[in-house]
């Protein structure tokens, strides 16, 4: 699974990196947020996904490219494609 943050939507909030620290790091410049890897830490995909959800600009997707059906994109407004 792969995490990516549209640096130009993220305003800071910060929610993302308290529901998922392994998966999301602040910067100290400006507290706006950017994934710690490429991919989601093993066994941190639930965590990532309530990010997704809990961030209020949107700024957050999730590739899956472990399916069966080939990659599949979750966004923060839930959008799946």
Do not use: W, Y
């Amino acid at each position: 699974m792969k995490v990516s943050v549209d640096e130009d939507r993220c305003q800071g909030h910060t929610l993302c990196a308290m529901i998922a620290p392994k998966v999301f790091r602040l910067s100290e410049i400006d507290g706006h947020s950017s994934p710690v890897g490429e991919d989601v830490p093993a066994g941190e995909e639930a965590a990532a996904a309530e990010a997704v959800r809990s961030c209020p600009e949107r700024a957050i997707s999730l590739t899956d490219t472990n399916t069966a059906d080939g990659p599949t994109r979750t966004g923060s407004n839930g959008a799946t494609s």
